[in-house]
Structure formats: C-alpha cells, structure tokens
C-alpha cells in the first residue's frame, strides 16, 4: 500500500513537492482499501467549513496533547483514550488526526522495545518512513467504529512540474473518512510533511516582480521536515480534485466527475489560492501558448477586494530549443494591469522556449504562491519588444493609488488606446495635499523629448493629466506624488500603459517597402560620423515603430558619443570656461568617458588655464576707473609708471612702435568700449600671446618688484601683479 508526497507550507512557497513512494513499498500491516458494508461514495455538498469548527478543532486539539503512545496496547485502546468523551464524528477524527501530527514532530526518540503491532511499534516505523501515515490514520479511525478507506490515484506531487502532459508516474495514494453524513478526504502526508529546497535544476528566474535575473536553480531533492497542515484534513472535493486524481472516479466526490485529460488540464492552483479565494479568469488551465509573442493570465479575488502580489518568470533551459542571450535582461517584459479586484499579467517572449510563470500573493499576512502555468512560445518573435517600464504597482489604480491620496475618475484601468497627436485627458480627484510629477516614457524617445508632450495641472482637489503622443507606438504614463511642501523624492502613485494601437491587433511579420528603406537607412548611419545624419535616421526609423534588433540602440549610442564628442572639440576652440564646463561634466558622466579620456583631459587642461588667467584678471576687473584715471593723468610718470603699463599693453597684443611714447599710452587708456583696457584684460587669452611679446614684457618687469609697484600707486601693483602673474604662467 503506497504512500504519496507531501505539499510544501506556504512559507516554503515551492508548490507540491515531495519524495514520491511507489504503490508497490509493503505496509507492516494488510488492510482492506474499502470494509463490505461502508456507505457509498457520493458528491459531497456542505462545505469544510459548514462541518468543522474552531470549537471542534479547539476541543479535539487538547484531547490530543495529552495521550502518549506507550500507555496503550492496542489500537481500541488508543483510538478510545483518543475520542472518548467528544461530541461528534468530526471532532473524533480531528483528535486523530492531530495526534498522528503530533508523533511526527517528535522524531524517532522512541525506545525499540514496543510489542510487535502495538500502537507504539506502528507509530515507529511510520516516524522511520517504513509504514504510511496512512496505514495509522485508518487503524485508528476504523478501531473506533469510523468508516475510513485508502483511495488510490495520481497526485501532482514533487515529480510533476506544471504542464506536464503525462502524469502516469504519480502514483499515490491518500484517505477519505465518513463524517458528518458523508465522505470527506484526507492526506496525511500532505498534511504531515514537507519538502524544502526542492528543484529539478532546470528552470533559470529571469524576472522577479519587475527585476530582471538570471539565477539558475540547483538540481535538488530537497529535504523531508515534519509539518502540520491544517488543509489536508477534510478537503473540500472541489478544490482536492486539483491535484488528486482517483483511478476511481466515484471516489471523485463530485456531482459531475472530472476526466484524467481534465485534471492533466486544469490550472495548478495552490493551497492559498482556495484559501484566499482567488480566481483564474483567463482560461483554467495550467498550459498556456502564446498567440503573437504574448500570453495573459487574469486572476482576480472572488470578494471583489483588491490584493498585493508578485510574480516569477522562469525559463526552462533545458526543454526549449533556443537559448536567451546573455545580454538579455527581461526585466520588462511582463506588464500587470489592475483593474480592481482583478490583475492581468501580460506576458511577452523574447525568444522562443518553454516558460514558468508563478504567481504570489492573495494573503494579509504575505505571499504564499497562489498559481503555476507553464508557457509556451513556439513563434517567431523577432518583433516583440519589451515594455517602456515595469512599475512596481503595476498599470492601473490599485491600492498604492489611493495610499497616495488619489482617485481614479476618468480611467479605471491600466490600458488606454490613444491616437497620434489625440489629447487624452486622465481626471483624479485628490484625497489630500500632493504635489505631482508626470513622466512619459517611451523605448526609443528620450524623455527631455517626451516632456513637452505631457503636463498636468491642481484644481482644488481635482487633478487632470494631459497627454498627447508625438508617434505611434507603446508609451508608459508615470504619476508621481509627495506631501505639498515636503523636500523628499517623489513616489509611484499610478501608471497608465498607451498605445496608438490594438495590443491585441496580430502583427505583420513583413516589412514594407517604406519600412525596410527605414531599416536600411537607420543601419547605413552606423558608418556616419554626422550626429545630426544619425538623429535623422533614428526619426525617420522611428514613425514605422519596428523592432530595432539592436541597431536602433546602436544608432542612438553613436549619435549620444559624437555629440559629446563636437561639444568637447567645440568647447576647446571656444576656450570659455561656462562652455567647457559643461562640456566636460556631459562627458564624463556619460557612458563614453573612456572613449573621450583625451579630449576630456585636453579641455580640462585648457579650462585650469582659463581659471588661472581670470583670478589673474580678478584684482584689474576690481578696479575703479578712477584709479586708471589717476595712472592716466601722469606728465612726467616715474619709468616704473611706464614700464608696467608698457608691459600691459604688450601682453595686450600692442604692437611697440605704438608703446614708444607716455603719451601713446595714455592714447590707448581713453579708448572705451571693445578697446577699453579693463574689457581687453577680462577678454585676455593666452592663445594670442606669442613668446617675444612675453619676453618684452618681462624684461621690462624685472627690474620692478611688487611692493614698490604697489608703494607707488595701488593701481601700478595691480597692473603689475597681473603681468607678472601671465608672464610667470607662460615660462
């Protein structure tokens, strides 16, 4: 008489898994799958919960705390101590069950030396895994009068993997007890035992809730913890039915049994699906193909109420045909869309293969897995492209919308079909004091380009969001809020997913005439070194909205480093010290800074020239024009007076036959306006310095030194500090 695997808890979210006993493993003990005489098996109608309640379960538990094994002889014995007293049926085979569960916490401490059959050797070999839960879960209700049957048949237990179309080597076996009018299940190993850590080694996560991955599982058996699970004791046969299947069908319990093709079909719902009551309303199957590179799943909770949840997506790298590329991130290929109550995953397939999407969630206190379903691409996909963002809530208001303060008005759900140059107006009403941030995102447009096609304005308490896409294409709408007034970032309120298209709308395969000049436009720019050239292309690309197979992104690279490039090149023959800032900061927090080290380092050079020529210049541009005005009045200046502006003047680009004469100088020092001495010192660039004009000027100087430039006129020591500041940095 075989035993079957057990389930995992929630925490350990791994779904069914456990090791699997073949049908054939003899139990110590020979009994009757089904006693001549038991009521027959019929379609159950009260639910678990109509039949079982916290009462029964409180009394029934603390009957079962307090028997120990090794005071009873016999299984009449036990079976008695166990449910003498109790009220009913159900709260007997509750007590029964909960002290089997209690044997398996224990571990196998016992001494060796219990009588052959007795209670006690039976619990032994069941702790050692040489007899079934089964086989004692049965003894012990049949020793006290209870009608209790093995039922035999297919359970997806650790060897099946959703999807599987053959489930022949799942043989298992499990208990139905007669309690309460009518047959109820009951798996004690499920309910008994666990599987941690198990994985066929298979599957690789390539996204998690919006993150991309690539953690490839280990192969594993997992290991076997003693559990107690609470939803294996009379399970409700609409729910059972999900993952047992009898080779009997009667024993189904269902008015309307299933087949063994339809419970290979049906969705592998978990337990905290049905406990959570969830629901599938896409198709109910576990098997999905994808039509035009994408799949949806629609799960929803049956009260209407909105739940948090996650989501895994695997691929299998064994079973598919291809192999994703390295480089690939699929952090943006799975879409949620909320609508309520109800969330949609929209998944997209960059490559052909055999997917995994598990679905987390559903319950207040965490994410149990709730549902499995293996996907299947076998179709060109060469066009599918990822989703402008993946935001952590999803596209749609949800519960992270109303926290923020804002009620959805105009549109309730994530998807909003938009025509090119259409304005679409989005409505919230605010619920409390927010600033607000709208952000458009697209694949391929920069989003500086796409600001100036959304905005948004407050009313009052209404807030509407306007938004009118530049192209056709898939874009993502960002709302972000924060408190009025408060200096921290923004956060994700809602997000919209446009589109100037039907999603649903099956795509051409082919490219027209227009469309593939585009194409061969966009790869023959690669060879240009004209960013503009490159942009052109890129736009003209652009308004067919196809699938760029990586040469778009190439384009925008190149075109990103040869802008960076002439702004470095320009900048430098500019030599001002505003543009080569910023040309410089462009460069080096781009992604090219490498590529650009030298001009980087040619521009950083000149803009440390250019600060030192205006500290330089700081003290002459300081000067009031009555000090000129003083030097300038001189008749007879002293030859220091002369010689320091004589030097002036050189450095000025003054040739010396103008320089000859106190009066010439004085000349040049009325001349206002682009000749104006201060204008020409703050203009001063060492580029037109030539060495002869940096000697004269220092043979001049030398014999001077700066105190007595400065003891003879303050102004006298500024010209003078200044030419020997330019002098010194030229030699």
Known sequence: MG?????TTDSQKNGPKADVLK???????????????????????????????EEDKKVSDSRANTIRVEDYQTFEELSRALTEGLQNDVQ???????????????????KNN?????????VQLVIQRKASYNLLFVMLCRAVKIPCVFIRGLAKSAAYEVGDRTV??????????????GWRFVFPLWAFSAIVGHSTGTWTLVESDGQGARETEAKSSGVTVANFNDYYFLTDPDEFIYTCFPHDSKWQLLAKPYTKQQFIDIANCEQAYFENHIQINTKLECLYKSENGVCDIGIKKANEEEFKHLYKLYFNHELSKTKLSKELQLDRYVAVMNNKSAVNFRIRFPGEGIYKMEIYGGSPTGFPLICSFRLDCNEGVSNVKPFPCNPESGFGPNLVTVAAGLEAESHKTGFINVKKNKNVNIRFNLNKHVQVQTVLVHNNIQEEVLSRHVNHKVKGQHLEVNVEVPQQGEYALQINTKPKGSSEPFKNACNYLLASEDMNKKKRFYENAAEKKARNELEGCLKSNDPESIQKAIDNFDQFDLDDKGKREKAERKKNFLVLQKELKEAIARRN??????????????EFSSNLQNHITEAEQLLAELRKLKRFAHEVLQMKQSTISEIHSYKNPRPLAYDVMKATYFLLGEKEDHLQEWEQIQGLMRKSGKQG????????????????M?????????????????????????FYKWASNVVGNMT
């Open 3 to 7: 035993s079957g695997g057990s389930k």
């Open 23 to 53: 049908e054939t493993d003899e139990e110590p003990i020979s009994l009757d799958d089904i006693v001549e005489g038991y009521p027959p098996p019929k379609a159950v109608r009260d639910k678990k919960r109509h039949i079982f309640t």
């Open 92 to 110: 007997k085979v509750r007590a029964i069950f909960t002290w089997i569960g209690l044997q398996g916490t224990k571990g196998n401490n016992s």
């Open 114 to 122: 219990a009588a052959p059959m007795s209670p006690q050797h039976i």
């Open 168 to 181: 022949d080597k799942l043989g298992n076996s499990w208990t139905a007890v007669f309690v309460s009018g």
């Open 577 to 590: 010290v505003d543009v080569l800032e910023t040309a410089i900061d462009n460069a080096k927090s781009s």
């Open 677 to 692: 001495l201060l204008r020409r010192v703050r203009q001063f660039d060492t580029i037109n310095v030539t060495e002869n």
């Open 694 to 718: 940096v000697n004269s000027a220092a043979q001049l100087l030398r014999q001077y030194d700066e105190e007595t430039a400065t003891t003879a006129s303050a102004g006298l020591g500024t």
